[in-house]
């Protein structure tokens, strides 16, 4: 009696050849999408370089027209300067200097010359001469690094677990920079060195700063009195063991009898005095680098220069705006034409 096996090797490659036929097509159509995608783009290409081409002549003329009037306006414009100035706030006093350069750079927009001439005691004509203050934050990322092992070390020990470094830099605030600059622009290149001292007084004069300042001061001193009075102390202690040692050492030994862990406990505090002398040195350096950093409540890192920089640049310049508007315009306007065209063609199709 003959059975008929089934045969399964046939019917799995018929599915296998339909698989990969699939596969196939799957990936026959997704080039032809990616083809007509560069098609698309390449024609929407050739016809902006074929409008620019039947336009050409009115582009260049508009283009030449610009260039002339923008040569003509640069050449009659009156020259502004720009003065920087880097200065370093204390107390938390950043953000009062960004509200007061925000207020002066409201009243140079407003051409409030009269107010200006009272805020810097200058005259009106030199207070008409100023255009805009600004202020900026400077800090690299080894400024930031220092800031946030700054933070950290103030916190205590399981604060400091949660806090992560990428997220402080991520969300580091301008005004906790350390330096900040301070642009002043004019048309007086010399303005900006003679209202120098009225941008630093205005800050140095609020009553809560000067209060901050001196505490700290006061805090100061006395943290430099405890560093020198705690010197002295170990100073004294240091020649104690001194002579406590040439005593013992002029002192006839008595058999032959030597007390090792005496002498050790001895090595041993004369050692940790020496350590906590050069702990306290190090100390009264860094207390000193604070009172000189924190003598002033805006300390000026650099000075508005004597006469500010011309103003200059490309992109500033009227003879690339003039153009470059004009030219934009005419591009709008021809492509509205152009568009308005195509539609009424496309309602008669």
């Given at each position: 009696?003959?059975?008929?096996?089934?045969?399964p090797q046939q019917?799995?490659?018929?599915?296998?050849?339909?698989?990969?036929?699939?596969?196939?097509?799957?990936?026959?159509?997704?080039?032809?999408?990616?083809?007509?995608?560069?098609?698309?783009?390449?024609?929407?290409?050739?016809?902006?370089?074929?409008?620019?081409?039947?336009?050409?002549?009115?582009?260049?003329?508009?283009?030449?027209?610009?260039?002339?009037?923008?040569?003509?306006?640069?050449?009659?414009?009156?020259?502004?300067?720009?003065?920087s100035m880097v200065?370093e706030p204390n107390?938390?006093?950043?953000?009062?200097?960004?509200?007061?350069?925000?207020?002066?750079?409201?009243?140079?927009?407003?051409?409030?010359?009269?107010?200006?001439?009272?805020?810097?005691?200058?005259?009106?004509?030199?207070?008409?001469?100023?255009?805009?203050?600004?202020?900026?934050?400077?800090?690299?990322?080894?400024?930031?690094?220092?800031?946030?092992?700054?933070?950290?070390?103030?916190?205590?020990?399981?604060?400091?677990?949660?806090?992560?470094?990428?997220?402080?830099?991520?969300?580091?605030?301008?005004?906790?920079?350390?330096?900040?600059?301070?642009?002043?622009?004019?048309?007086?290149?010399?303005?900006?060195?003679?209202?120098?001292?009225?941008?630093?007084?205005?800050?140095?004069?609020?009553?809560?700063?000067?209060?901050?300042?001196?505490?700290?001061?006061?805090?100061?001193?006395?943290?430099?009195?405890?560093?020198?009075?705690?010197?002295?102390?170990?100073?004294?202690?240091?020649?104690?063991?001194?002579?406590?040692?040439?005593?013992?050492?002029?002192?006839?030994?008595?058999?032959?009898?030597?007390?090792?862990?005496?002498?050790?406990?001895?090595?041993?505090?004369?050692?940790?005095?020496?350590?906590?002398?050069?702990?306290?040195?190090?100390?009264?350096?860094?207390?000193?680098?604070?009172?000189?950093?924190?003598?002033?409540?805006?300390?000026?890192?650099?000075?508005?220069?004597?006469?500010?920089?011309?103003?200059?640049?490309?992109?500033?310049?009227?003879?690339?705006?003039?153009?470059?508007?004009?030219?934009?315009?005419?591009?709008?306007?021809?492509?509205?034409?152009?568009?308005?065209?195509?539609?009424?063609?496309?309602?008669?199709?």
């Open positions: 009696m003959n059975k008929e096996l089934p045969q019917s799995e490659e018929v599915d296998l050849g339909q698989l990969f036929k699939l596969i196939g097509n799957a990936f026959n159509r997704f080039f032809r999408f990616i083809a007509s995608i560069f098609i698309g783009i390449f024609h929407v290409i050739i016809l902006f370089l074929l409008f620019l081409q039947k336009h050409f002549i009115k582009f260049a003329i508009i283009g030449i027209i610009g260039l002339a009037i923008g040569i003509y306006l640069d050449h009659n414009k009156v020259t502004t300067y720009i003065s200065v107390f938390n006093s950043a953000q009062q200097l960004y509200n007061n350069i925000g207020f002066y750079n409201e009243l140079a927009g407003a051409q409030d010359s009269t107010a200006l001439a009272g805020v810097f005691n200058i005259s009106k004509t030199e207070a008409a001469s100023i255009k805009a203050f600004k202020v900026e934050s400077y800090s690299d990322e080894n400024q930031k690094v220092q800031l946030f092992d700054k933070f950290v070390r103030s916190l205590d020990s399981t604060t400091q677990k949660a806090i992560d470094m990428e997220a402080y830099l991520k969300n580091f605030n301008s005004l906790d920079a350390r330096f900040h600059s301070i642009f002043v622009i004019a048309t007086n290149n010399s303005i900006a060195k003679k209202i120098q001292p009225s941008i630093i007084n205005s800050i140095s004069r609020n009553d809560y700063f000067n209060l901050q300042k001196n505490i700290s001061d006061i805090n100061i001193k006395l943290q430099d009195s405890i560093y020198k009075k705690q010197i002295i102390e170990i100073d004294s202690l240091q020649l104690l063991y001194k002579r406590v040692m040439l005593k013992e050492a002029d002192r006839p030994m008595e058999g032959t009898s030597i007390s090792l862990g005496e002498n050790g406990a001895k090595d041993n505090k004369e050692l940790a005095l020496i350590n906590k002398m050069d702990e306290l040195k190090l100390s009264l350096v860094e207390l000193n680098e604070e009172r000189a950093n924190k003598s002033s409540i805006l300390n000026v890192i650099s000075d508005f220069p004597r006469k500010g920089v011309e103003v200059k640049g490309i992109l500033k310049s009227y003879k690339f705006l003039v153009p470059s508007v004009l030219l934009g315009l005419t591009l709008f306007i021809l492509a509205l034409i152009s568009l308005n065209t195509y539609l009424k063609n496309y309602k008669k199709e």
